[in-house]
């Protein structure tokens, strides 16, 4: 079993058919192996990191092929029509304000229909106004590192790739600002630099889905996401990734 996760571009919103043309079943496919997609549309990298690592405590799979999200989306967990359940707190725009780094004040997130208006704008302002750029990379970050050991911990190989590399690389040189911890009294944090960064997840450097598909000229649906032709080219990358790291040997014998 191969097992992916992920945000709409792994899901496969805007295909003709999902189920059958998806990368992730392409790329199950060519190994004969049974696809175990956990992508929802909107996930935030927070959902990733979380399911993610439930996932694979309760059902160990061959391999775990993960294409994060965006930095700056959230989730939260509300009770409403009698269950508690989790939602993802997605943008309607985004765009930086250069001087804050936090979300231009004309940006939204999207309103779950389970939402009082004081819950939305309470999370609104909270996205918009308090998690700023350096917040968002920072955490999304460590998302990742936790995921990378816990799965070299547990004996799973992994591939990660990003749905668009835009939101990482013309930040990363926030990784070297001096940082302080100021919980109690203020000291110097102490941090990760941009090279670690790099030398740990060298993947977020190199271009993502969304960014093949602009170089390739492949086609982009009505809303944006990656179409049939797409999801072929990448299911091929993929594939061609399993192999030159020697993971195809866990789908034989």
């Not at 990191?49 to 959230?74: A, C, Q, Y």
């Not at 977020?204 to 080219?233: R, T």
């Amino acid at each position: 079993m191969i097992y992916f996760n992920g945000c709409s571009f792994t899901y496969g919103y805007e295909l003709g058919s999902i189920f059958a043309s998806r990368f992730s079943r392409l790329v199950s496919d060519t190994f004969g192996e049974k696809e175990w997609n956990n992508a929802k549309v909107g996930s935030s990298n927070a959902r990733i990191w979380r399911t993610t690592m439930t996932d694979v405590i309760l059902k160990k799979p061959k391999l775990v092929v993960i294409m994060w999200s965006g930095p700056n989306r959230e989730e939260f967990f509300q009770y409403a029509r009698g269950k508690w359940g989790w939602k993802n707190a997605t943008w309607k725009n985004y765009t930086v304000d250069k001087d804050t780094l936090q979300a231009n004040s004309k940006c939204n997130s999207s309103k779950s229909v389970d939402q009082s208006k004081v819950h939305y704008d309470s999370l609104n302002n909270y996205m918009k106004n308090v998690k700023n750029v350096p917040w968002n990379l920072r955490y999304t970050l460590q998302y990742m590192l936790s995921v990378k050991y816990f799965l070299e911990a547990m004996g799973v190989p992994y591939l990660f790739y990003t749905f668009s590399r835009t939101q990482y690389v013309n930040y990363l040189d926030i990784l070297d600002w001096e940082t302080w911890d100021c919980t109690s009294a203020d000291s110097v944090s102490i941090e990760l630099s941009k090279d670690q960064i790099l030398k740990e997840l060298p993947f977020i450097q190199e271009p993502g889905f969304y960014d093949y598909c602009k170089m390739h000229d492949l086609p982009i649906g009505l809303k944006d996401h990656p179409l049939e032709e797409a999801h072929e080219w990448m299911a091929n990358k993929i594939v061609k990734d399993i192999k030159k790291n020697g993971l195809d040997k866990r789908f034989t014998g």
